[in-house]
């Protein structure tokens, strides 16, 4: 079966700095999102990316976050200036136009010290 | 008022026992619904799309009540690897992003 990819599996930072989350989407899926799940709580949608732009985000998605396709694989989450409470497993998933299963990559565990 | 609510859990069951998972979601223009499942740690993975008529695969089966808004999902002859968290997801339908009940842990002890 395709896999969605991410790197990497576990981040560790420091409170203010900037991180990158990395996702390679399955070749041929045209909707790519983030989504967010702090530990012990539900998984929270962030943003989707259709068509080389936000197609949709949640009041989660403020200014510090940015979502980026820089080529014809890689989709990122950057976070600008981390606090505390980013602490979270973050998955990437994508799907095709239409499709019904959403296919998530394993997550990137990020601890924000 | 919580977009998607389910049982609090944690259900602890004997192998070979059946239980069932009750969720309710509040957006009446939900169109598509969804069980995941998820290992402790693990991305979700879907288990079935749940269809308005119900439908079975193997021993689970979905049931989708739309005018009480609500979704169930049944666990027949229970094995020890069906020990997982189980989401209840909705969402309008298309490409639109999916709402996720917050899980109900399953145990199943030998």
């Known amino acids: 079966e395709p896999e969605v990819t991410q790197t990497p599996s576990h981040q560790v930072t420091q409170m203010g700095q900037e991180v990158i989350l990395r996702c390679v989407p399955i070749?041929?899926?045209?909707?790519f999102y983030w989504y967010r799940q702090i530990l012990g709580q539900k998984v929270e949608f962030l943003v989707s990316?259709?068509?080389?732009?936000?197609?949709?985000k949640s009041e989660i998605f403020d200014d510090q976050f940015s979502v980026e396709r820089p080529d014809g694989s890689n989709f990122t989450l950057k976070i600008r200036s981390t606090k505390l409470e980013d602490s979270a497993m973050y998955f990437c998933?994508?799907?095709?136009?239409?499709?019904?299963?959403?296919?998530f990559g394993s997550g990137t565990q990020l601890s924000v010290l | 008022r919580k977009e998607v609510e389910q049982d609090p859990g944690p259900f602890n069951v004997p192998e070979g026992a059946t239980v069932a998972f009750n969720c309710t979601y509040s957006?009446?223009?939900?169109?598509?619904f969804f069980w995941y499942r998820q290992d402790c740690r693990k991305e979700p993975k879907l288990l079935m799309s749940v269809y308005s008529s119900g439908n079975e695969d193997g021993r689970f089966t979905a049931q989708l009540n739309r005018a009480s808004q609500y979704i169930s999902l049944l666990i027949r002859d229970s094995k020890l690897s069906d020990s997982a968290t189980y989401l209840c997801v909705v969402t309008p339908g298309g490409n639109t992003p999916l709402v996720f009940g917050k899980g109900t842990r399953l145990s199943v002890i030998a």
């Open positions: 990316f259709y068509n080389n732009e936000i197609s949709e």
């Open positions: 070749s041929n899926h045209l909707y």
């Open positions: 998933a994508s799907v095709q136009n239409g499709g019904e299963k959403l296919f």
């Open positions: 957006n009446s223009a939900s169109q598509s």
